[in-house]
C-alpha cells in the first residue's frame, strides 16, 4: 500500500542536495580563508503527503540542522528545498510569508520552546490572529478545539507553560504547530526529554493528529525506537549525508549500510526470545566534519570497508527488488551486507 | 484557584522576610519625604534662635551651626535624594535598554560601535567624569541628575544586550520566527518581557548606587548646593573634626538614613528577582 502511495502522490516536499557548511572561527583571520564545518553535505529526499519520514543519525550528524532549515530558521549555504513545488530557499520574503506557517515546528525541550511569561492561550492566539487564521471573537473557540485536539482541558489556556509537566507542555508545543493549519510538521526529538510511558502518549497523539488531519511529519530521532513506531519511511543519516532511505520495517529488517545494521542493532528488544540479530559493536571514531576524509566517511569504523571504500564515496543506489518501493543505501558492499544480516537471522 | 501573575508575585515577594520589612521602611521614608512641608516643625532654611544646640524637645534632632533644625533638612534632604535617584534611575535606564535593546537585536556593526562605546563610557573614571561635568553645567539639582543618568546605563546596556543576545537563541523566539510572526512582536512581546525582570533588580541597584553617588558628590560640595538640603550636603560638615566629635546630631541622623535607604533598596531588589520570576519554586 505504501508504494501505491509513493507512486500515485506528487511529493509535499522535496529537498534536492541541501548543504549547510558553517565556517570555523578562529581558523583563520581572513572570512575566506577559513575551514568549513559541512553540517549538511548534499542532503535529498521527499516527503509525501500524510506519511512520516524518520530521520535518525547520531548526534551532531546534521538531522536536526536539516530539520532547521526547512522551517527557515537556519539557512542553507546552497540547495533546495521545495514545498508544494515552490522554492522556499530563493523564493521573495513577500511571498514566503504566507507560505512559511505551512511548516511548523515541534522542538525537543518543550520548557525552552514555550515563553515563561505569557498563558498558553496567549501563546496559542497570537500566531492565529496575526495571520487572520482566526478572528478576535472566535479565537477562544479555536483555542479550545486545539487544546482538547491534543488531549488537554480546555481551560488550560489559562494556565502558565511552568504549571504543566513536561508531556503536557508538549502537547501545548504540537497545539501551537497544528494552529497555523500547517502541511508539514518537523518533530526535532520530540520525546526524547520525555519518560518512557509519555513518550508512547505523544507518539500516539502525533499519529492520531495524522489520520485525523493528514499533515506530514519529519520525525527527527537519535534512537530507532521511536522512530520506527511512527515512520513509514526511515533516513539514516551519517556525518551530514543520508547513507540509507527506505520503507521503515523494509530498514529495520533488512538493513542495507553498515551503520544502519549497527544503529538497529543497538535498539533493545524487549522480549529476550525475540533478540536474534546479532550485535555489532560500532567501533572507532567519527572523522572530523572539518576534515573529510576522501573515501566513504563511514570507512573509519565500518567492518566490511575494502580498499574502494577508502577511495572513492559511494553514492546512493537502488537497492530494491523489482516491484518494491525504492530503498536506497550509499555502499559499495551492501549486498554483502543485507545477506549477512539475512544469514544473522535465521 | 488559579491566581494571576501579579498575584503570585505578590505572594512569593512576601516569602523574602527581609524584602517585606525593606519595602515598608522604604514606603515610610518615601512618604515622610513626601509630606516633608506637613510635618516639618521648621522650613528647611529657616533659622532658629538656637544654635549648634544638641537634641532637645524643641529640636529633635538639634540644629546646626547657623541655626537650621536638623529633623527639618533631613525630611527636605531625603526628599532631594530621593528625587535624584529616582530619576537618574529613570533616565539611565531608560538609554539602557534603549541602547542594550539595538546592540543585541540589530547586531552586527552596530552592536560593535555601541559596545565600544559603552565599555569607553564605563572605563572613564567616574567620580572624575562627574566632577568635571559638574563643573561645565552649573551645579544643581537637574544637572545632577542628568550627570548620574548619562553616566550609570553602561551597566544596563550591557545587561540587556547579553540577555537579548541569549533569549534570541531560545526555542520559544525560534517558533515564533517559524510561526511567520514579525519582529515587533518577537521583541516586545517575546524578548523584552523576559528580560524585564533583570532590567528592574538592576535597576533597584542603580538607584541605591545614585543615592550614594550623590551623598558622594554633595559631600565634595559639587552636588546639591547649600542652602538647599540634601543627604550628601548634610554630611559635608561632617568634613570638620570640631563637628564630627563634638556634634554628632549633625552627620548620623543623614548618614543613617542613607544606609536604611541603600540597603532596604537593595533587599527590595533582591526579594522583587525572586518575586518576578514565575519559576522559582518559594
Keep these: 500500500m505504501e508504494q501505491e502511495q509513493g507512486k500515485e502522490k506528487e511529493p509535499i516536499l522535496q529537498v534536492r542536495d541541501l548543504v549547510k557548511y558553517y565556517p570555523q572561527a578562529n581558523t583563520a583571520l581572513l572570512p575566506r580563508n577559513r575551514r568549513l564545518l559541512h553540517a549538511v553535505d548534499g542532503v535529498s529526499f521527499e516527503l509525501f503527503q500524510g506519511e512520516t519520514l524518520g530521520l535518525v543519525g547520531e548526534s551532531g550528524c546534521g538531522k536536526s540542522t536539516v530539520g532547521r532549515m526547512l522551517v527557515g530558521i537556519e539557512k542553507p549555504t546552497s540547495g533546495e528545498i521545495l514545498y508544494k513545488k515552490k522554492d522556499l ?95 508539514l510538521i518537523v518533530c526535532d526529538e520530540p520525546v526524547s526529554a520525555l519518560d518512557m510511558s509519555i513518550q508512547a502518549q505523544i507518539l500516539n497523539l502525533l499519529k492520531e493528529l495524522q489520520d485525523e488531519l493528514g499533515v506530514t511529519y519529519l520525525f527527527i530521532a537519535h534512537g530507532l525506537g521511536a522512530v520506527h513506531y511512527v515512520s513509514q519511511r ?83 543506489r537502488h537497492t530494491e527488488a523489482p516491484g518494491e518501493p525504492p530503498h536506497l543505501a550509499a555502499c559499495f558492499e551492501w549486498e554483502r551486507i543485507a545477506a549477512g544480516g539475512k544469514e544473522d537471522r535465521s | 484557584m488559579e491566581e494571576s ?25 518615601i512618604v515622610l519625604a513626601l509630606l516633608a512641608p506637613v510635618l516639618a516643625p521648621y522650613g528647611p532654611q529657616e533659622i532658629t534662635s538656637e544654635f549648634s544646640a544638641a537634641p532637645s524637645l524643641k529640636h529633635l534632632l538639634g540644629t546646626d551651626q547657623i541655626g537650621r533644625d536638623v529633623l527639618s533638612r533631613l525630611l527636605y534632604g531625603t526628599r532631594v535624594s530621593l528625587f535624584v535617584g529616582f530619576m537618574a534611575t529613570v533616565i539611565s535606564t531608560m538609554l539602557g535598554v534603549l541602547l542594550g535593546l539595538l546592540a543585541g537585536y540589530v547586531g552586527g556593526a552596530l552592536d560593535m560601535i555601541l559596545m565600544r562605546f559603552t ?24 544637572s545632577i541628575i542628568l550627570i548620574f543618568g548619562f553616566v550609570d546605563w553602561p551597566g544596563v546596556a550591557r545587561l540587556v544586550r547579553g540577555s537579548i543576545l541569549s533569549i534570541k537563541e531560545q526555542d520559544y523566539v525560534k517558533s515564533s520566527q517559524i510561526a511567520g510572526m514579525p519582529r515587533s512582536y518577537i521583541l516586545f512581546s517575546d524578548i523584552l518581557p523576559n528580560v524585564m525582570t533583570n532590567i528592574l533588580v538592576f535597576a533597584t541597584t542603580v538607584m541605591a548606587t545614585s543615592i550614594l553617588d550623590e551623598a558622594a558628590l554633595s559631600f565634595l560640595g559639587m552636588g546639591i548646593q547649600p542652602p538647599a538640603a540634601s543627604l550628601g550636603n548634610m554630611l559635608n560638615g ?45
Design chain 1, 89 to 183: 530557499v530563493h523564493m521573495p520574503g513577500g511571498e514566503l510569508r504566507g507560505i512559511r506557517t505551512e511548516l511548523q515546528m515541534v522542538f525537543q525541550d518543550s520548557y525552552a520552546s514555550l515563553n515563561p511569561r505569557k498563558r498558553v492561550c496567549d501563546i496559542l492566539a497570537a500566531p492565529m490572529l496575526y495571520h487572520h487564521m482566526a478572528e478576535k471573537a472566535d479565537v477562544n473557540r479555536r483555542i479550545e478545539q486545539l487544546l482538547e485536539q491534543v488531549g488537554l482541558p480546555k481551560n488550560a489556556g489559562r494556565r502558565y507553560p511552568y504549571e504543566f509537566s513536561g508531556g503536557q507542555r508538549q502537547r501545548i508545543s504540537i497545539a501551537r504547530a497544528l494552529s497555523l493549519n500547517p502541511g
Design chain 2, 119 to 142: 565599555d569607553m563610557v564605563m572605563s572613564f573614571p567616574y567620580i572624575l567624569l562627574i566632577l568635571v561635568a559638574s563643573v561645565i553645567f552649573k551645579p544643581g539639582l537637574w
Design chain 1, 234 to 316: 526511515i533516513a539514516v543519516m551519517y556525518l551530514g549525508k543520508i547513507v540509507e532511505i527506505g520503507p521503515g520495517t523494509e530498514v529495520f529488517r533488512n538493513p542495507r549500510h553498515p551503520y544502519a545494521q549497527m544503529l538497529i542493532s543497538a535498539v533493545p528488544v524487549a522480549d529476550p526470545t525475540k533478540r536474534t540479530l546479532t550485535r555489532t559493536e560500532i567501533e572507532g571514531e567519527v572523522p572530523s566534519a572539518v576534515d573529510l576524509p576522501k573515501g566513504c566517511r563511514f570507512a573509519s569504523r565500518c567492518p566490511y570497508a575494502t580498499d574502494r571504500c577508502w577511495m572513492s564515496e559511494p553514492e546512493m
Design chain 2, 238 to 282: 561632617a568634613e570638620s573634626v570640631t563637628v564630627l566629635t563634638g556634634m554628632p546630631w549633625l552627620w548620623i541622623s543623614p548618614g543613617l538614613v542613607i544606609i536604611i535607604l541603600v540597603v532596604c533598596v537593595n533587599f527590595v531588589g533582591d526579594a522583587l528577582r525572586d518575586a518576578l520570576d514565575p519559576t522559582a519554586v518559594v
Design chain 2, 5 to 29: 501573575y501579579l498575584q503570585s508575585v505578590i505572594r512569593r515577594f512576601r516569602h523574602h522576610k527581609a524584602g517585606v520589612v525593606s519595602f515598608w521602611i522604604v514606603a515610610v521614608i
